[in-house]
């Protein structure tokens, strides 16, 4: 089983970016999936969850409102569009899979992951 992050780079304040979440040797759309912010040293932050199911989508309060979060079930894909990216966004992004429902609970910092990939970096600046 291999989840992996792509479509990190460096973009401008107040450019887009987004980012995938494929997996091999798992069918993604049978988990709610996560995506999580850390950088080396600092508690992980959660960013934004879609279900498996039908229950709500989450988001950070800090990314509301400019990023979403979609599947392509399909393609065995999550992605995570960013939209007015700040410099404080920032940092090594990854994906997992986690608990349902998407809650402040799922996806803070003492929420539990299942699979795991390894992630990819975000860099915000001009």
């Known amino acids: 089983v291999q989840l992996q992050a792509s479509g990190g780079g460096l973009v401008q304040p107040g450019g887009s970016l987004r980012l995938s979440c494929a997996a091999s040797g798992l069918t993604l759309d049978y988990y709610a999936i996560g995506w999580f912010r850390q950088a080396p040293g600092k508690e992980r932050e959660g960013v934004s969850c879609?279900?498996?199911?039908?229950?709500?989508?989450w988001y950070a309060d800090s990314v509301k409102g400019r990023f979403a979060i979609s599947r392509d079930n399909a393609r065995n894909t999550v992605y995570l569009q960013m939209n007015n990216l700040k410099p404080e966004d920032t940092d090594i992004y990854f994906c997992?899979?986690?608990?349902?429902?998407?809650?402040?609970?799922?996806?803070?910092?003492?929420?539990?992951?299942?699979?795991r990939g390894q992630g990819t970096l975000v860099t915000v600046s001009s």
């Open positions: 879609a279900p498996a199911g039908d229950s709500s989508k």
């Open positions: 997992a899979t986690v608990g349902e429902p998407c809650t402040i609970g799922t996806m803070g910092p003492r929420g539990r992951l299942g699979y």
